[in-house]
């Protein structure tokens, strides 16, 4: 397969397409970031990596981090999480309440805002140091100890970040949320302004393509049977209320966030990222979806 021809073909025609997207701006240091970025990386199990535009340019991950922190969670417990966090499409925007109610605290899925929430509190209960330990479990599967976060992200998170609370306070009456409401919040803020580039998130994701693996050093990172659990809440919850949509038109296991960035994999075969911080109306990047929309369309693979 020619994939950087194919890559080559998914730049030219970004290059005339226009942009309906927005730059997310409720939290204000990310309507910061220039519109015109563009990066896109793909790492191949067998055949190497290919890429172009600002690939290397570190960007805040947002609710991408929610498939790490997941991941860290499921490497630490078994089913008993599946007690306090749903694996359901919720069909709802990603920082929506409305389910809390009649579903007793208990999050649609971990990729939802309200489920990245129990997470969090999951891990402020289990480990000791949880923003390290996340950030150690990211240098792990990156083979880079340089990741960190932004801190502007960070503190412009902090000030605007009500709805998150709420949500918090909503699953806490519950009793769906065991620890102080601003230890979690923080870990939950913090975990969404790492930053990192379209390069270092196709590294990471190659976990998720490689049964568990990374293809760097060869290690078993969590088990072959938890991973496809992940993968199946990424094809199912990956994009909010637009999970179907990027089901229907790029066919792959994936999660996106509002810096605009997405990861996807093909189990066995790649993973793949794309940055562009202007979003549609579902919260997920315009191009990014575009783009892998082109490349599972162009290389004649998706799941399907
Ligand atoms: N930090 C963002 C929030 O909680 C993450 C949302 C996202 O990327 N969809 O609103």
Redesign the pocket.
């Known amino acids: 397969m020619q994939y950087q021809k194919i890559l080559d073909t998914i730049k030219e025609e970004l290059s005339t397409k226009q942009n309906k997207g927005k730059v997310a701006s ?2 204000p240091e990310l309507a910061k970031v220039d519109p015109n970025k563009f990066g896109m990386h793909l790492y191949c199990i067998n055949s190497g990596h290919y890429g172009f535009g600002n690939e290397e340019e570190q960007f805040s991950i ?2 991408i981090s929610k498939v790490f922190s997941l991941t860290l969670a499921m490497s630490l417990l078994n089913d008993e999480l599946f007690e306090r966090v749903d694996v359901e499409p919720s069909g709802d925007p ?2 929506s309440l409305v389910q809390l109610e009649y579903e007793n605290g208990i999050p649609r899925n971990p990729l939802i ?1 309200s489920g990245a929430l129990v997470i969090a509190d999951i891990l402020v209960s289990t480990l000791d140091n949880p923003k390290k330990q996340l950030l150690d479990f990211i240098h792990e599967i990156t083979g880079n100890t340089g990741i960190n976060i932004n801190l502007k992200v960070f503190n412009s ?1 902090k000030k605007y970040s009500n ?2 609370a709420s949500l918090l306070h909503l699953m806490k009456s519950f009793g769906n949320v065991k620890n102080d409401i601003e230890t979690v919040l923080d870990l ?2 913090f975990q ?1 302004s790492i930053a990192m580039s379209c390069k270092e998130l196709a590294t990471a994701f190659m976990v998720y393509a490689n049964s568990g693996r990374t293809l760097f050093d060869k290690k078993q990172i969590i088990s072959e049977r938890k991973i496809k659990r992940i993968n199946a809440i990424m094809q199912t919850c990956g994009f ?1 209320d637009e999970a179907g949509e990027f089901s229907f038109r790029v066919g792959l296991p994936g999660k ?4 605009g960035g997405i990861a996807a994999i093909h189990p066995g075969q790649y993973a793949v990222t794309t940055w562009s911080p202007p979003l549609n109306p579902k ?1 997920n990047s315009e191009l990014g979806m575009y783009a892998l929309e082109r490349l599972t369309t162009l290389t004649g693979f998706s799941i399907f």
């Open positions: 409720y939290i947002q609710s990603f920082n805002n998170e709805r998150n939950y803020i969404c909010y996106s966030g509002v810096g919260g």
